[in-house]
């Protein structure tokens, strides 16, 4: 017996296939040949429990699809082409189709070919039931999708591509609809204002902006609403409450049927670059001001060195007008004997050689013939695109080299005056020592003859008061004159020391306890109003002088310090150690040397008084003076190689200080 379509020899006679036969061949041979030809795969498969799932016929196009010869596929069962993947996913959809609960199915699934490749199938299935209503068998429709799910799939790639690239974009997207609520906003965006992408989401765009920004922006959409494009600046409000201006390219959105249907928009934060550019702004603004105020002239040149612009304090410092262009170029202005230094300085900053901190002075002339010296420095800012040309910087230096002129002249007159002071001074010093080394001389001679005269009248009274009676009224006469020829011979004793030359040899010893010597010597003298004290140096000290002078020379200035004190007051004499670093301090070798400080509280000395205060015979007591005893410490001293100065001020006392050499 001849098989129908789909049907295989050696069949039971009882089983589905077998009945499936009788079946086809009462439906006709007609609806067979329709069934086998069909360009859509087509299968009949058992739906009756025992045989459920098996295929019971399959046209042309359904072997075709999936690579199988229709006598393998009659072998084999729905569970044996699917997709070990979509196994339980088909078995729970198509639950309630087996059981008879609905008549039709529809699935998605992937089958697999012959040859392992995988197919994606839509199938559309009806369950045929029969006569009694069970489940016999059913009819499905396989249609190949896999290039719709190919396509769907490299769609849902770009899609993903397309939002991370939104996502990431580094300007913000933002959509509306038409009732201006946000429909899509990308992360940046939402970043940009302090928001999220969820919290933006249908909020009102206006809900992001200021009042002012609200009627800026309701003008705007009416632009869009009207079909135009335009790119614009806006201030939008950050989630914080500050400002965030953006660069805005927005274009409307319609719909289908032309209408408007919202807007689409790219937004760039230039915030900081706003900023930044109010800043230049007034940078630019305070460098104008800064240029147009400044007393040095700004001066512009081209590269060929041709003149194009001066600051205003060129007409200012020069009386040429404004943007006065001098017709035999800038060099026709500068002095004839600074041309050539002009020139090869603006052809040197030209080349790049001379930078900005290189200055050099030239003349200019003003409209009045006069000429101005310039401090000029110049720098090359040609490929500066601003600027394109070298910038020249002149200051006017006329009064400050006029000043140093001056001082230099100044100068000149002090050293001048002071050497011829320093001269005249020598020359005093030198007349002084003449006249203290011929009175010296004189003295010593006076001296030496007055105290012979003086030893003789004092054997001849000695013998005249032996003569007197005890009682003698005579006798306190002969007291007075044994006083007076006393008085005289330590004043002959002055003169010998003050006129004769350092006879006596340099020792080393310590003064502190020779001064203490001295003034124990001293105290009888001093009366009961006047202290006396005696610092010690803090450490050992020697001096190299003789004693004989050393005693002499803190007699008088002890003796000189009692006698300016009125009244009540101290005498204070101090040692310490002094170190002479230069030569050139008051004409002293370098060296260390010992300071005997004579400090009183006395009346003080005037001025006058204190610089002839060491002339010789110059005293202010008048009758009992001699005018000496500075006179003779002064010498005292500068003879052993030290140095003495008073210091005074009336009312304030005096203090003289002894450098006395040390070994």
């Given at each position: 017996?001849?098989?129908?379509?789909?049907?295989?020899?050696?069949?039971?006679?009882?089983?589905?296939?077998?009945?499936?036969?009788?079946?086809?061949?009462?439906?006709g041979?007609?609806?067979?040949?329709?069934?086998?030809?069909?360009?859509v795969?087509?299968?009949?498969?058992?739906?009756q429990?025992?045989?459920?799932?098996?295929?019971?016929?399959?046209?042309?196009?359904?072997?075709?699809?999936?690579?199988?010869?229709?006598?393998?596929?009659?072998?084999?069962?729905?569970?044996?082409?699917?997709?070990?993947?979509?196994?339980?996913?088909?078995?729970?959809?198509?639950?309630?189709?087996?059981r008879?609960e609905?008549?039709?199915?529809e699935?998605?699934?992937?089958?697999?070919?012959?040859?392992?490749?995988?197919?994606?199938?839509?199938?559309?299935s009806?369950?045929?039931?029969?006569?009694?209503?069970?489940?016999?068998?059913?009819?499905?429709?396989?249609?190949?999708?896999?290039?719709?799910?190919?396509?769907?799939?490299?769609?849902?790639?770009?899609?993903?591509?397309?939002?991370?690239?939104?996502?990431?974009?580094?300007?913000?997207?933002?959509?509306?609809?038409?009732?201006?609520l946000?429909?899509?906003?990308?992360?940046r965006?939402?970043?940009?204002?302090g928001w999220?992408?969820?919290?933006?989401i249908g909020?009102?765009?206006?809900?992001?902006?200021?009042?002012?920004?609200?009627?800026?922006?309701?003008?705007?959409?009416?632009?869009?609403?009207?079909?135009?494009?335009?790119q614009?600046?806006?201030?939008?409000?950050?989630?914080a409450?500050?400002?965030?201006?953006?660069?805005?390219s927005?274009?409307?959105?319609?719909?289908?049927?032309?209408t408007?249907?919202?807007?689409?928009?790219?937004?760039?934060?230039?915030?900081?670059?706003?900023?930044?550019?109010?800043?230049?702004?007034?940078?630019?603004?305070?460098?104008?001001?800064?240029?147009?105020?400044?007393?040095?002239?700004?001066?512009?040149?081209?590269?060929?060195?041709?003149w194009?612009?001066?600051?205003?304090?060129?007409?200012?410092?020069l009386?040429?007008?404004?943007?006065?262009?001098?017709?035999?170029?800038?060099?026709?202005?500068?002095?004839?004997?600074?041309?050539?230094?002009?020139?090869?300085?603006?052809?040197?900053?030209?080349?790049?050689?001379?930078?900005?901190?290189?200055?050099?002075?030239?003349?200019?002339?003003?409209?009045?013939?006069a000429?101005?010296h310039?401090?000029?420095?110049?720098?090359?800012?040609?490929?500066?695109?601003?600027?394109?040309?070298?910038?020249?910087?002149?200051?006017?230096?006329?009064e400050?080299?006029?000043?140093?002129?001056?001082l230099?002249?100044?100068?000149l007159?002090?050293?001048?005056?002071?050497?011829?002071?320093?001269?005249?001074?020598?020359?005093?010093?030198?007349?002084?020592?003449?006249?203290?080394?011929?009175?010296?001389?004189?003295?010593?001679?006076?001296?030496?003859?007055?105290?012979?005269?003086?030893?003789?009248?004092?054997?001849?009274?000695?013998?005249?008061s032996?003569?007197?009676?005890?009682?003698?009224?005579q006798?306190?006469?002969?007291?007075?004159?044994?006083?007076?020829?006393?008085?005289?011979?330590?004043?002959t004793?002055?003169?010998?020391?003050?006129?004769?030359d350092?006879?006596?040899p340099?020792?080393?010893?310590?003064?502190?306890?020779?001064?203490?010597?001295?003034?124990t010597?001293?105290?009888?003298?001093?009366?009961g109003?006047?202290?006396?004290?005696?610092?010690?140096?803090?450490?050992?000290?020697?001096?190299?002088?003789?004693?004989?002078?050393?005693?002499?020379?803190?007699v008088?200035?002890?003796?000189?310090?009692r006698d300016?004190?009125?009244?009540?007051?101290?005498?204070?004499?101090t040692?310490?150690?002094?170190?002479?670093?230069?030569h050139?301090?008051?004409?002293?070798?370098a060296?260390?040397?010992?300071?005997?400080?004579?400090?009183?509280?006395?009346?003080?000395?005037?001025?006058?008084v204190?610089?002839?205060?060491v002339?010789?015979?110059?005293?202010?007591?008048?009758?009992?003076?001699?005018?000496?005893?500075?006179?003779?410490?002064?010498?005292?001293?500068?003879?052993?190689?030290?140095?003495?100065?008073?210091?005074?001020?009336?009312?304030?006392?005096?203090?003289?200080?002894?450098?006395i050499?040390?070994?």
């Amino acid at each position: 017996m001849p098989t129908t379509p789909g049907t295989r020899r050696g069949d039971p006679p009882d089983s589905a296939r077998s009945q499936f036969d009788v079946t086809a061949h009462v439906t006709g041979p007609a609806i067979m040949r329709a069934f086998d030809t069909s360009a859509v795969a087509m299968a009949v498969i058992s739906a009756q429990r025992e045989h459920l799932g098996e295929y019971l016929a399959v046209n042309r196009a359904f072997a075709e699809l999936h690579g199988y010869r229709r006598g393998e596929i009659l072998t084999m069962t729905v569970r044996d082409i699917t997709h070990p993947d979509d196994l339980a996913a088909t078995e729970a959809s198509a639950g309630p189709f087996r059981r008879g609960e609905i008549d039709s199915l529809e699935l998605v699934k992937r089958n697999v070919r012959a040859d392992g490749t995988v197919l994606w199938v839509y199938t559309y299935s009806n369950l045929i039931r029969s006569h009694a209503g069970t489940p016999e068998f059913v009819i499905s429709h396989i249609f190949d999708i896999d290039k719709q799910i190919a396509a769907e799939h490299a769609l849902r790639v770009s899609e993903a591509k397309y939002r991370q690239i939104v996502d990431l974009a580094d300007e913000g997207i933002w959509m509306i609809d038409g009732d201006a609520l946000t429909t899509f906003v990308n992360r940046r965006m939402a970043e940009m204002l302090g928001w999220t992408v969820e919290q933006m989401i249908g909020r009102p765009i206006f809900g992001f902006m200021d009042d002012e920004g609200r009627a800026i922006a309701e003008a705007n959409l009416e632009r869009r609403r009207s079909g135009l494009s335009e790119q614009h600046e806006f201030k939008f409000q950050h989630h914080a409450g500050h400002a965030v201006w953006t660069r805005i390219s927005t274009s409307p959105i319609e719909a289908t049927d032309g209408t408007y249907s919202g807007a689409i928009a790219l937004v760039s934060d230039i915030t900081e670059q706003r900023r930044l550019h109010v800043e230049l702004s007034e940078s630019e603004a305070r460098f104008r001001a800064l240029v147009e105020h400044s007393s040095d002239i700004i001066t512009v040149l081209d590269p060929d060195l041709a003149w194009r612009s001066s600051s205003p304090a060129g007409a200012r410092l020069l009386g040429y007008s404004l943007g006065y262009d001098p017709p035999g170029g800038i060099l026709s202005l500068v002095h004839p004997d600074d041309v050539e230094l002009a020139a090869t300085t603006l052809q040197e900053v030209a080349d790049g050689v001379r930078g900005p901190d290189e200055p050099v002075v030239f003349r200019v002339r003003r409209t009045d013939g006069a000429y101005l010296h310039f401090e000029t420095t110049g720098q090359n800012l040609i490929d500066e695109p601003t600027i394109g040309g070298i910038v020249l910087n002149s200051r006017d230096v006329t009064e400050r080299l006029e000043a140093h002129a001056k001082l230099r002249r100044q100068e000149l007159e002090l050293e001048r005056l002071t050497a011829q002071a320093a001269q005249e001074r020598l020359e005093l010093e030198l007349e002084r020592a003449r006249r203290l080394e011929s009175l010296g001389t004189l003295a010593g001679g006076v001296a030496h003859d007055f105290n012979n005269l003086l030893g003789v009248a004092k054997i001849y009274l000695s013998s005249l008061s032996e003569a007197l009676a005890p009682d003698s009224a005579q006798r306190s006469d002969a007291e007075q004159v044994r006083y007076a020829i006393d008085r005289a011979a330590a004043l002959t004793r002055q003169l010998l020391l003050f006129g004769r030359d350092d006879d006596a040899p340099p020792e080393t010893f310590d003064p502190d306890p020779f001064i203490e010597q001295v003034l124990t010597f001293l105290a009888p003298t001093m009366g009961g109003h006047i202290d006396v004290a005696h610092r010690r140096a803090d450490v050992p000290t020697r001096v190299c002088i003789s004693r004989v002078r050393l005693e002499q020379v803190l007699v008088n200035t002890v003796l000189n310090a009692r006698d300016a004190i009125e009244g009540t007051g101290t005498v204070t004499i101090t040692t310490d150690t002094f170190v002479v670093e230069d030569h050139t301090d008051g004409g002293l070798d370098a060296g260390e040397y010992v300071a005997i400080t004579i400090a009183d509280t006395g009346t003080g000395m005037s001025a006058d008084v204190l610089a002839a205060a060491v002339e010789p015979f110059f005293t202010t007591k008048r009758d009992e003076g001699t005018g000496l005893g500075l006179a003779v410490v002064h010498g005292i001293v500068s003879k052993a190689g030290g140095r003495m100065s008073i210091r005074s001020e009336p009312g304030t006392g005096t203090t003289v200080t002894l450098l006395i050499p040390t070994p």
